[in-house]
């Protein structure tokens, strides 16, 4: 057995243990060993995941799933990353950081009570749960174990690589941002659960230690919310820069399930907070919705590994999604079943009857929320149910995310200002300026200059069909995000007079809360505008043309009967004040960091023939050289290599493709007295592998220079880049970005007969989506450091 | 006497069930057992089933390889495949294939397709003509279709 297995199977042993003593009832004497096995559980976890991310520091191709995820020629920041490309090293990462949260329960003069232990023993179970997921699908599988036709002793020279998409900076810390803050919600729910079956046990009756679930929650709570945003911005940001299609969201079913326990997330720290103001209040549905973060991470889990559901990420697909499935169904059903149970044993009281107050306006807006975590639920689940049982394929696309919750987000943003401004003593003004934004938004919504300000695009195949509710909501204008976005500025302003003469603890705090709340009114308008009035513009330019202007055209489309007298969506041009510039254009390869890596690898031209000439036993030898010519025949493809020790002629696959000047390894068996191409006889290097590296990071790149011009004025200048790599092609856009717009040019595809297919776009507003991104990030740090501390009733 | 907030439960509860009433009714299918549906036309699922149409017909085949949440598909169905003289075109000339990706894996794997949209163009033995890995523009497209529709031979020499 490996290392890394021995240390899962340990983690099982001591994680069981721990489990098993904490069942057990309490007793003095063996709350050390207690200890000793649960420091065991998380440091064996820690030390695996450590050393799979040795593994992959070193490149150590044995390993199947370094093999599978790294290249020996990335920097180490893409190799480290390579530990979370893939399903075994997630559940790895996780089961280690559920484990940790199980050690940090240990902390404090808490960790005697009943309810903290109970607290750690879910934590605990859960983390074994994980732990048990990893072993059976072990990170640490060999690709002798992986492919039985491989000789053991033989090394693969690089591995699979990465998706050429997957290798940037954001992309790489997304994944460990992301479970970061999936592992933050499992002692909110673990507190959850336990609070909800002891007070229900007890009649509803809650003691101090019960309180725990809040204090040491809430903060966990914050964790979570705060990474994941960070980890969906960066998600954002990767897809906007790299997938070339300007957007930073699709709707794509991975992303909505990522966004569901976020949502959720939103609504638990919300209902949270109310609940520790009066602990009467949201003493069921608190819990639940905070339980349910935990289960949404889980079914977010599911979609992506699972195979049942389709979307892009879906190419990760592993063998434990029954497992996963399993644990969203029980992590959904124990809180809920609870919950229930305490509904009905808690005595009823008598609720003030107006209609409106802070209550109730607080449990509108949940409501609301929960609304629309339903809406992205179902936009994603409904499809794989009903081609369970149809086989008929729904389109559920991003027109209908946009269409069912448009409403409910404006609504969610009007309530968003009322809560900020609501005072009790000033009740009839803030509610008057709530009517008035209210009425704002409402005319807001039926101004339309032109049809491009519906919120739903028609000329979308997809909404061939337009029932009538749809093309209702479709037909809302977006400048209907204006109103409720300064309601929200607004608020904020209202709301900080309230704490001028507040501590400056206080303040810090309330800056955090104003600070959220003015980021999602940013971002807000950053995603309506941006989405809705980017002008994009399809150009073609040549590369042979350099200097060249073109104006750029508009496409428009109408419905109607077209020049062949057919019926359907026809397409025209409008010419428009926008004009893009060709300033040079070239096509060259990139060998990336292949030649540095292999400079360590193999022996050097000189170093080879003195092995030949003292007659080494060795059968197989590896060559490092320059290629200086290559020629193809029939049966083989010669190759010089040349180094400042000589040259050295590799004969290969005839289907080998080489370019000239790479630094290349060969690797292969010498053949003595051989007649080479110069006519010289030498030895020849009879080649079963000319190095993988270079092919790995070698790509080929087409790069346009291009400016943007509006009117006489440039707006934007830039390189514009395709890149073809070995497993994949890669757009990589100019983006060229200010406070009021975005101008992102991109290469559609490939120079085909000299022909450069460009696309631009303007895109208006959009960095005002990142600013939101960050107050937003920056509110919940400040919250988190400025916590509240003695409030509690 | 209900209190507000048992109101607004049950207002959330039937707006909930309505919408989700409605959604199911409401919402487009793409595809059935036999066809996909795009620029209003008739694609075949499968490979198998296009070439055996296409054999008979003795028409080229396009086989486009393309998945719901692909937004370069999405341009492709609004501007190229949408567009009159195209839509004439496949109509009349082609028989058509449309790979969903995510759900036909088999002929994804069979055809070697990384990643969407992708084109393939076969006569109508099935012998590949030429592919179009990514997205192309309209005016390009139109000229592929028009050179395939004439090396394939079929109808129209």
């Given at each position: 057995?490996?290392?890394?297995?021995?240390?899962?199977?340990?983690?099982?042993?001591?994680?069981?243990?721990?489990?098993?003593?904490?069942?057990?009832?309490?007793?003095?004497?063996?709350?050390?060993?207690?200890?000793?096995?649960?420091?065991?559980?998380?440091?064996?976890?820690?030390?695996?995941?450590?050393?799979?991310?040795?593994?992959?520091?070193?490149?150590?191709?044995?390993?199947?799933?370094?093999?599978?995820?790294?290249?020996?020629?990335?920097?180490?920041?893409?190799?480290?990353?390579?530990?979370?490309?893939?399903?075994?090293?997630?559940?790895?990462?996780?089961?280690?950081?559920?484990?940790?949260?199980?050690?940090?329960?240990?902390?404090?003069?808490?960790?005697?009570?009943?309810?903290?232990?109970?607290?750690?023993?879910?934590?605990?179970?859960?983390?074994?749960?994980?732990?048990?997921?990893?072993?059976?699908?072990?990170?640490?599988?060999?690709?002798?174990?992986?492919?039985?036709?491989?000789?053991?002793?033989?090394?693969?020279?690089?591995?699979?690589?990465?998706n050429?998409?997957?290798?940037?900076?954001?992309?790489?810390?997304?994944?460990?941002?992301?479970?970061?803050?999936?592992?933050?919600?499992?002692?909110?729910?673990?507190?959850?659960?336990?609070?909800?079956?002891?007070?229900?046990?007890?009649?509803?009756?809650?003691?101090?230690?019960?309180?725990?679930?809040?204090?040491?929650?809430?903060?966990?709570?914050?964790?979570?919310?705060?990474?994941?945003?960070?980890?969906?911005?960066?998600?954002?940001?990767?897809?906007?820069?790299?997938?070339g299609w300007?957007?930073?969201?699709?709707?794509?079913?991975?992303?909505?399930?990522?966004?569901?326990?976020?949502?959720?997330?939103?609504?638990?720290?919300?209902?949270?907070?109310?609940?520790?103001?009066?602990?009467?209040?949201?003493?069921?549905?608190?819990?639940?919705?905070?339980?349910?973060?935990?289960?949404?991470?889980?079914?977010?889990?599911?979609?992506?590994?699972?195979g049942?559901f389709e979307s892009v990420?879906a190419f990760?697909a592993?063998?434990?999604?029954?497992?996963?499935?399993?644990?969203?169904?029980?992590?959904?059903?124990?809180?809920?079943?609870?919950?229930?149970?305490?509904?009905?044993?808690?005595?009823?009281?008598?609720?003030?009857?107006?209609?409106?107050?802070?209550?109730?306006?607080?449990?509108?807006?949940?409501?609301?929320?929960?609304?629309?975590?339903?809406?992205?639920?179902?936009?994603?689940?409904?499809p794989p149910?009903m081609k369970l049982i149809t086989t008929q394929k729904y389109a559920i696309t991003?027109?209908?995310?946009?269409?069912?919750?448009?409403?409910?987000?404006?609504?969610?943003?009007?309530?968003?200002?009322?809560?900020?401004?609501?005072?009790?003593?000033?009740?009839?003004?803030?509610?008057?300026?709530?009517?008035?934004?209210?009425?704002?938004?409402?005319?807001?919504?039926?101004?339309?200059?032109?049809?491009?300000?519906?919120?739903?695009?028609?000329t979308s195949f997809i909404s061939a069909s337009?029932?009538?509710?749809?093309?209702?909501?479709?037909?809302?204008?977006?400048?209907?995000?204006?109103?409720?976005?300064?309601?929200?500025?607004?608020?904020?302003?209202?709301?900080?007079?309230?704490?001028?003469?507040?501590?400056?603890?206080?303040?810090?705090?309330?800056?955090?809360?104003?600070?959220?709340?003015?980021?999602?009114?940013?971002?807000?308008?950053?995603?309506?505008?941006?989405?809705?009035?980017?002008?994009?513009?399809s150009?073609t330019?040549?590369?042979?043309?350099?200097?060249?202007?073109?104006?750029?055209?508009?496409a428009?489309f109408?419905e109607g009967f077209g020049k062949l007298g057919t019926w359907g969506v026809h397409q025209?041009?409008?010419?428009?004040?926008?004009?893009?510039?060709?300033?040079?254009?070239?096509?060259?390869?990139?060998?990336?960091?292949?030649?540095?890596?292999?400079?360590?690898?193999?022996?050097?031209?000189?170093?080879?023939?003195?092995?030949?000439?003292?007659?080494?036993?060795?059968?197989?030898?590896?060559?490092?050289?320059?290629?200086?010519?290559?020629?193809?025949?029939?049966?083989?493809?010669?190759?010089?290599?040349?180094?400042?020790?000589?040259?050295?002629?590799?004969?290969?696959?005839?289907s080998?493709?080489?370019?000239?000047?790479?630094?290349?390894?060969?690797?292969?068996?010498?053949?003595?007295?051989?007649?080479?191409?110069?006519?010289?006889?030498?030895?020849?290097?009879?080649?079963?592998?000319?190095?993988?590296?270079?092919?790995?990071?070698?790509?080929?790149?087409?790069?346009?220079?291009?400016?943007?011009?509006?009117?006489?004025?440039?707006?934007?200048?830039?390189?514009?880049?395709f890149?073809v790599?070995k497993n994949g092609d890669?757009r990589?856009?100019?983006?060229?970005?200010?406070?009021?717009?975005?101008?992102?040019?991109?290469?559609d595809s490939p120079t085909y007969q000299g022909d450069?297919s460009?696309t631009?776009?303007?895109?208006?507003?959009?960095?005002?989506?990142?600013?939101?991104?960050?107050?937003?990030?920056?509110?919940?740090?400040?919250?988190?450091?400025?916590?509240?501390?003695?409030?509690?009733? | 006497?209900?209190?507000?907030?048992?109101?607004?439960?049950?207002?959330?509860?039937?707006?909930?069930?309505?919408?989700?009433?409605?959604?199911?009714?409401?919402t487009p299918v793409i595809s059935d057992q036999n066809y996909t549906y795009i620029a209003e036309l008739e694609w075949y699922n499968t490979y198998d089933a296009g070439a055996k149409a296409a054999a008979e017909a003795k028409k080229p085949l396009i086989v486009y390889f393309w998945t719901i949440w692909c937004v370069y598909c999405e341009k492709y169905h609004k501007e190229v495949f949408s567009r009159e003289d195209i839509r004439e075109i496949l109509a009349q000339d082609f028989v058509r294939v449309a790979i969903d990706m995510d759900v036909n894996k088999e002929d994804t794997r069979r055809f070697n397709v990384q990643a969407p949209p992708h084109v393939i163009f076969m006569t109508s033995e099935g012998e590949i003509i030429t592919r179009v890995p990514g997205y192309m523009p309209a005016d390009e497209f139109k000229e592929v279709l028009l050179r395939v529709k004439a090396s394939a031979g079929g109808a129209h020499p």
């Open positions: 057995m490996s290392i890394g297995d021995a240390l899962l199977s340990l983690a099982l042993l001591t994680g069981s243990a721990t489990a098993a003593l904490l069942v057990l009832p309490h007793q003095e004497k063996l709350e050390k060993l207690r200890r000793a096995t649960l420091v065991l559980f998380a440091s064996s976890l820690t030390a695996a995941f450590i050393l799979l991310l040795y593994y992959f520091a070193i490149s150590d191709f044995r390993i199947f799933y370094v093999w599978k995820f790294s290249s020996s020629a990335y920097p180490l920041y893409y190799k480290l990353s390579g530990a979370l490309a893939g399903q075994e090293g997630t559940l790895l990462f996780w089961a280690m950081l559920i484990a940790l949260s199980a050690l940090w329960l240990e902390r404090g003069e808490e960790r005697k009570l009943a309810f903290v232990k109970q607290t750690q023993l879910v934590v605990v179970a859960l983390g074994l749960y994980f732990t048990f997921l990893t072993f059976l699908q072990s990170p640490f599988t060999t690709i002798y174990e992986a492919f039985p036709d491989i000789p053991v002793g033989y090394l693969p020279e690089d591995g699979n690589g990465l050429p998409l997957l290798l940037d900076p954001w992309m790489a810390s997304h994944p460990f941002t992301t479970f970061l803050g999936y592992a933050g919600t499992t002692i909110p729910f673990a507190g959850a659960v336990v609070y909800l079956f002891t007070t229900a046990r007890a009649g509803g009756v809650e003691g101090a230690a019960q309180r725990l679930w809040v204090t040491k929650g809430l903060q966990w709570l914050r964790f979570a919310w705060l990474f994941s945003t960070i980890s969906m911005a960066f998600g954002g940001i990767w897809a906007y820069k790299t997938l300007g957007g930073f969201w699709a709707w794509d079913p991975v992303e909505t399930a990522m966004l569901l326990p976020w949502l959720m997330l939103t609504a638990a720290v919300h209902v949270t907070l109310e609940h520790r103001r009066d602990r009467t209040k949201y003493n069921v549905l608190a819990p639940i919705l905070v339980a349910f973060s935990f289960s949404l991470v889980v079914y977010a889990t599911a979609v992506t590994r699972s049942i990420h990760i592993g063998s434990v999604g029954k497992y996963i499935m399993l644990l969203v169904g029980i992590s959904f059903a124990v809180p809920l079943a609870l919950g229930l149970w305490k509904y009905t044993r808690i005595p009823r009281r008598e609720e003030e009857d107006e209609i409106i107050n802070r209550t109730n306006i607080f449990y509108a807006a949940i409501l609301v929320f929960l609304i629309t975590i339903f809406i992205s639920f179902y936009g994603i689940t409904f149910i991003k027109q209908f995310f946009n269409l069912w919750l448009y409403p409910f987000f404006l609504l969610m943003l009007l309530l968003i200002g009322l809560g900020l401004h609501y005072r009790e003593s000033r009740k009839a003004e803030v509610l008057r300026d709530f009517f008035i934004f209210t009425l704002f938004t409402i005319v807001a919504a039926f101004i339309k200059p032109t049809e491009d300000y519906n919120i739903v695009d028609y337009k029932p009538l509710l749809y093309s209702t909501i479709g037909e809302i204008s977006s400048l209907s995000v204006v109103p409720p976005a300064f309601y929200i500025f607004y608020a904020s302003i209202e709301r900080w007079r309230f704490f001028a003469s507040a501590s400056t603890r206080r303040k810090l705090r309330e800056a955090g809360v104003i600070a959220i709340h003015i980021g999602v009114a940013l971002i807000a308008i950053g995603v309506v505008f941006s989405s809705m009035f980017t002008s994009e513009f150009v330019l040549n590369k042979n043309r350099i200097g060249e202007e073109k104006v750029l055209a508009q428009v109408h025209g041009e409008v010419l428009t004040d926008y004009k893009i510039k060709l300033l040079d254009y070239k096509e060259y390869v990139d060998y990336g960091s292949a030649s540095r890596v292999n400079s360590k690898r193999g022996m050097s031209i000189q170093e080879f023939r003195a092995a030949i000439a003292r007659g080494d036993a060795r059968s197989e030898y590896t060559v490092r050289g320059t290629v200086s010519r290559v020629l193809r025949g029939e049966h083989a493809t010669f190759i010089k290599l040349s180094d400042e020790s000589g040259e050295l002629w590799v004969a290969a696959d005839p080998l493709r080489v370019p000239i000047g790479v630094e290349a390894v060969a690797r292969g068996v010498p053949l003595r007295g051989v007649k080479t191409p110069d006519g010289a006889t030498d030895v020849v290097l009879l080649a079963n592998q000319v190095s993988d590296t270079i092919a790995q990071a070698f790509k080929k790149v087409q790069l346009a220079r291009v400016a943007i011009y509006k009117g006489k004025a440039k707006i934007g200048e830039g390189d514009v880049k890149e790599y890669a990589r856009p100019l983006i060229d970005r200010s406070l009021v717009r975005d101008v992102f040019v991109v290469l450069l460009i631009v776009r303007i895109k208006p507003l959009i960095n005002e989506i990142w600013l939101g991104v960050i107050l937003f990030v920056l509110g919940i740090v400040l919250c988190i450091f400025y916590e509240a501390r003695g409030s509690e009733k | 006497m209900l209190k507000t907030r048992k109101i607004l439960t049950i207002v959330a509860i039937v707006a909930v069930l309505v919408f989700a009433y409605y959604a199911a009714n409401a």
